[in-house]
């Protein structure tokens, strides 16, 4: 079963980001390792130049695995989307790591799985995400990825667009304006 997910995963993060303007090889290695998000050094990693290894990689965060994405609806899980006005005008990667620290115990950092479950299921997200101004850029910091060489490691993003939910990626470098939100989804208790 796991081999049928990352082949899947594989796939959506190619598209995810030769659609965020990465060159990505024909195939990324997806990372299933339990990585904690609370270890990752989002600063280090948007300072990684254009030519430091590894590349063509998705890594994905630990601790999703417990959701079941078909089950989330309206009523048992929210969305939230930070808007984090005090990072405007700043990088990305300062963003994230703030919101791993005060957020990881009490949301789910959502990544490329989610991503990939809401642009095929649109109809099926929860209430919050339905109604978002298509003005905004969500960011899925529970993921990151790299293409190939001359690239930096991004993070998964999407826009309304329509009805749909349009995929692509942000680079960790990128620096935030008023239009950007994190999403993140409430833990059960």
Avoid at 22 to 45: E, M
Avoid at 60 to 81: D, Q
Avoid at 142 to 171: D, Q
């Amino acid at each position: 079963m796991e081999t049928k997910v990352t082949l899947r995963i594989e796939k959506f993060a190619h598209e995810t980001l030769l659609n965020g303007g990465s060159r990505p090889a024909a195939k990324i290695q997806i990372s299933t390792a339990a990585v904690q998000l609370l270890g990752w050094n989002y600063f280090g990693l948007a300072t990684y130049t254009a030519d430091t290894p590894p590349f063509n990689k998705c890594i994905l965060s630990y601790g999703k695995a417990e959701i079941e994405f078909h089950r989330i609806r309206t009523k048992s899980i929210k969305p939230t989307l930070l808007a984090l006005p005090e990072f405007n005008g700043e990088p990305l990667c300062r963003a994230a790591q703030q919101v791993v620290e005060r957020y990881g115990d009490t949301h789910y950092i959502v990544g490329i799985e989610y991503l990939r479950w809401l642009c095929r299921k649109p109809k099926e997200s929860p209430e919050g995400l339905r109604n978002v101004s298509e003005n905004l850029s969500l960011l899925l910091i529970g993921s990151v990825m790299r293409g190939a060489a001359g690239s930096g490691w991004v993070v998964p993003c999407t826009a309304r667009t329509g009805g749909r939910f349009m995929h692509g990626a942000v680079p960790l470098s990128r620096v935030l304006g008023p239009d950007y939100r994190i999403l993140l989804l409430e833990k059960l208790n």
